[in-house]
């Protein structure tokens, strides 16, 4: 699986957009990037995930460069509520070790 | 549908003490995993498993063994506590052949003295 590099912290306004990068210089064609947030000490929540093209849900959108060596997580209206530890993770069919890093620590402001 | 079940919520164990950690599922998951984390850091893991009757080791998975007789149960145990084991522990499961995230348990937090 693909070793991702992500910023150890960051801050956002709220009701701006927060914008987390995440760089997977390393991942193969068929692995997909996730993205997870564990909020204070609670099991860690899924949140998007894409392969190639730009994925969006309810909860956030996922931009995937076109060579796939980063992407982007974006809340677009970020609340107090986002306020978590956020993880980029590559991987392929679930069958590996899923490796999690240390992840972006998103404080959003009043 | 109750996803991915954690036992104990606490557990507090003295040093040579033996426990399991317990995790059940009930989305019928082929993938079962275990992590650690400890305070301030990421998530680690310990062991996996793609299906019954088989296991891996994760980056961390010395002090701990596990086994997966049935698809629904991974636990995982620790034959002599340390310190060093003072952690909160994860179980996750996904499907395997797809695109599919891992669903967590709310996890077991550990204290060994």
């Known amino acids: 699986d693909a070793k991702t590099t992500q910023p150890t912290s960051m801050d956002c306004a709220e009701g701006r957009a927060a914008n987390l990068p995440c760089n997977h210089s390393?991942?193969?064609?068929?692995?997909?990037v996730y993205w997870y947030r564990q909020i204070h000490s609670q099991g860690p929540q899924y949140i998007i995930h894409?392969?190639?093209n730009n994925e969006t849900n309810e909860m956030a959108s996922l931009i995937i460069t076109e060579d796939r060596k980063s992407s982007t997580l974006i809340l677009p209206h970020a609340t107090l509520r986002d306020t978590a530890v956020y993880y980029c993770?590559?991987?392929?069919?679930?069958?590996?070790?899923?490796?999690f890093g240390t992840g972006t620590r998103l404080q959003v402001f009043p | 549908n109750a996803g991915v079940t954690q036992t104990p919520k606490f557990q507090v164990l003295k040093t040579g003490q033996s426990m399991t950690l317990q995790c059940a599922q009930d989305?019928?998951?082929?993938?079962m995993s275990w992590y650690r984390q400890d305070p301030g850091m990421g998530l680690r893991l310990i062991h996996y498993?793609?299906?019954?009757?088989?296991?891996d080791q994760g980056e961390v998975p010395n002090g701990y063994n596990v086994s997966r007789s049935t698809t629904e149960d991974f636990p995982l145990r620790l034959l002599s506590a340390a310190p060093s084991q003072t952690s909160v522990y994860f179980c996750?499961?996904?499907?395997?052949?797809?695109?599919?995230?891992?669903?967590f348990g709310n996890g077991t937090r550990l204290t060994v003295t």
């Open positions: 996750a499961s996904t499907r395997t052949g797809a695109n599919s995230p891992l669903h």
């Open positions: 390393t991942i193969s064609g068929n692995e997909y």
């Open positions: 894409g392969l190639k």
């Open positions: 993770i590559a991987y392929l069919y679930n069958t590996d070790k899923l490796i």
């Open positions: 989305m019928n998951h082929e993938y």
């Open positions: 498993s793609v299906g019954a009757g088989i296991t």
